[in-house]
């Protein structure tokens, strides 16, 4: 049973652009997802689609039973709490401690006051420091988060995600800004939430080396269109050059980027 499916979904943007076009595609509860493709493709449209941040234009996203494009406030509010995203750029509020950042990951399962207040319960943050430590950030709980680097910044993204206690993570290119080191940090963390955790993941990579790495099945996007559904062994040269639209050896070198 599959917990998301795009139906013959459309995107078209208020100045024509059409970014999605008749993309019909599932994923499996449980699997890691990446979606690759060249810059303009589609992919951060795609994943903003999912818990509506912004809407598509035709089409039907079914998630977790839920006609995403048909629900109401209320249901909207629950898609998005059982919804982690990450992001290139982290997202974090950067002047609060590590821990408040995490501990935001929990907004959505409480009212507009005490998410106002800021109002957590002991066993929350207990909970908070607990993922923290687990991503290897105890020492970095009290620290304001202007104070950390990107790959530390970008655990802390996890960490918020993971409070959530969501069904699916949707991650945005999320190694884009880090170093090697880092990248292959933040990849065997998403890995490990996977795996133990059982979260699906869907991750947009810009490196095909990675996402052959890491990904149960890769999805290739070209032009708002699905040009590649399979595993990572059925991804070919020639599928590369076809996600990728060229010939040119050197754009393949460039895509590979490096292993890590
Ligand atoms: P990718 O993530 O693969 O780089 P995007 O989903 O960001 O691709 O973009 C797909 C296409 O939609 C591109 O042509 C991009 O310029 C366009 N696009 C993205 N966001 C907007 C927007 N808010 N308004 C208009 N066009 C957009």
Request: with cysteine.
């Amino acid at each position: 049973m599959p917990i998301l499916e795009f139906q013959h979904v459309s995107k078209v943007y208020h100045n024509s652009t059409k970014a999605l076009d008749d993309l019909s595609f599932s994923v499996e509860e449980g699997e890691f997802l990446s979606i690759i493709g060249p810059s303009g493709a589609g992919k951060s449209t795609i994943l903003r689609c999912i818990n509506r941040l912004i809407d598509a234009t035709e089409g039907k996203i079914i998630y977790d039973g839920a006609d995403v494009m048909q629900v109401g406030k209320g249901q909207l509010r629950k898609i998005r709490t059982k919804t982690g995203m990450i992001f290139q750029h982290y997202n974090l509020v950067d002047r609060l401690s590590v821990m408040e950042n995490v501990l935001h990951g929990r907004l959505g399962q409480k009212s507009t006051f005490t998410g106002m207040i800021g109002h957590y319960t002991e066993a929350e943050k207990e909970k908070a420091f607990s993922i923290l430590s687990e991503l290897g950030l105890a020492e970095q709980a009290y620290k304001r988060c202007d104070a950390l680097s990107g790959g530390q910044k970008q655990r802390v993204g996890i960490a918020r995600a993971i409070m959530q206690e969501p069904k699916l993570i949707l991650c945005d290119e999320p190694i884009a800004s880090l170093d090697p080191k880092a990248s292959k940090t933040i990849m065997d963390h998403l890995a490990q939430i996977n795996q133990t955790r059982k979260i699906t993941c869907i991750v947009n990579l810009h490196q095909v080396d990675v996402a052959m790495k890491y990904s149960n099945r890769i999805l290739g996007i070209a032009a708002g269109k699905v040009v590649f559904n399979g595993t990572p062994a059925e991804l070919t040269q020639e599928k590369i050059h076809a996600i990728y639209q060229s010939n040119d050896k050197d754009l393949m070198l460039d895509v590979q980027g490096e292993v890590i």
